[in-house]
């Protein structure tokens, strides 16, 4: 039979889900021409973000541009061709247009195209036209709810992007794992010249908190940070190679990328103990018992209602450690909470929590979770 015994304890890490990166950038040209001036917003270098598709290019400025006149409104040339990059692209014309080219691969995750919303949703607030992988707006500087703003020798018209996001409602809390995009832009009128300038949001920066708690049975719970670095390498079988320390706590992770879990025994040398895991959890705050919560694993096994299933990584005797059974791995896709008031992302520091427990195996009964049981039938 199978005899658990000790007092449950909880270990928790803290994370942080990035949603997007700030930007802020205004420029103006000395000769004009149409569109006048542009700012891009990308998560790539220059050289990435104009990697694009031959057939989803979007053509940029006017039919005979020359390739320094495509770079000075910052798109792309192969030396033929000028065209959009991987990234929002704003751009604001001599007689009052903004023109907002929004690529697919613009955010991580990539962004739902037909989730974009303006400040209106008024007829001609939508996208003019689209592929696969980039939509394109163009709409009078006027309309589509923009705001008009004055300073002195400035008019200055502001509108704003945004994009709607998937939520899952669990017992204890509500979460995302879509990205939330906001994007506020201007077009500045100063006499005879015009500036783009663009604001990319972003959740601003906490400092690292306490990230373990002790409990009777001594555990420790770590994030793996190995990292493939060659060709056809699994990324779980390196996962564990290397892991965060303390000092890198908060850890940034954008969501939906995977989040690798490793629970120990520690001070333990009998190799018949086994490690298992009950209920583990995440909460905003340091305390388990804290609300909003996310059922990642109950009774050791992935959460059935998360539309990204947690998975457990199996810890045997090709691991390479001295006690297989004095571990338990498993991953999960990263995630924010959601404030279920105004059902917007909480930028909120994200903490892991495990209940755990040390089982000794006689007889035919199994240690293992029903979940792992089955699966290895």
């Not at 220059?46 to 290019?57: F, I, K, L």
């Not at 300038?197 to 920066?205: A, D, S, T």
């Not at 040390?358 to 979940?371: A, D, H, L, Q």
Request: proline share 6%.
């Amino acid at each position: 039979m199978a005899k658990h015994w000790g007092v449950t304890s909880l270990v928790a890490l803290a994370l942080l889900a990035c949603l997007t990166g700030t930007e802020v950038e205004a420029q103006a040209q000395q000769n004009p021409t149409i569109p006048q001036t542009t700012t891009i917003v990308s998560k790539y270098p220059p050289a990435q973000r104009c990697d694009v598709a031959e057939n989803t290019r979007v053509p940029c400025g006017q039919p005979d541009i020359s390739t320094d006149g495509c770079k000075d409104i910052n798109c792309c040339s192969d030396g033929g061709q000028c065209y959009f990059g991987k990234a929002v692209t704003v751009q604001c014309t001599k007689n009052g247009q903004f023109i907002v080219v929004v690529a697919r691969d613009a955010t991580v995750p990539n962004i739902d195209l037909e989730s974009i919303l303006l400040l209106s949703k008024a007829s001609g607030c939508t996208h003019v036209d689209s592929n696969s992988d980039f939509a394109i707006y163009n709409f009078p500087v006027t309309s589509c709810g923009t705001v008009v703003l004055e300073e002195p020798g400035v008019i200055i018209y502001e509108n704003k992007m945004f994009s709607s996001y998937e939520v899952e409602t669990g017992r204890r809390g509500v979460i995302t794992r879509d990205s939330h995009y906001e994007l506020l832009f201007q077009c500045r009128y100063i006499g005879t010249t015009v500036q783009t300038v663009v604001v990319e949001v972003l959740p601003l920066g906490i400092a690292p908190l306490s990230v373990a708690v002790l409990g009777p049975i001594r555990v420790e719970l770590r994030l793996g940070s190995g990292q493939c670095i060659s060709k056809g390498c699994n990324e779980v079988d390196v996962a564990y190679d290397s892991y965060y320390t303390e000092a890198d706590y908060p850890v940034r992770k954008v969501l939906r990328d995977p989040v690798y879990v490793e629970v120990q025994l520690l001070e333990k040398t009998d190799p018949n103990l086994v490690l298992t895991l009950g209920r583990c959890w995440a909460t905003t705050k340091p305390n388990p018992h804290s609300l909003p919560q996310w059922d990642i694993l109950t009774d050791g096994c992935p959460c059935r209602n998360d539309n990204y299933l947690s998975s457990l990584v199996p810890v045997g005797a090709f691991s390479g450690l001295d006690f297989p059974s004095h571990y338990r791995r498993f991953l999960f896709k990263m995630f924010t909470f959601v404030d279920p008031t105004s059902v917007t992302p909480m930028r909120e520091q994200v903490y892991i929590h495990c209940s755990t427990a040390v089982c000794t195996t006689t007889g035919s009964r199994s240690c293992e979770p029903i979940c792992y049981r089955k699966s290895k039938r």
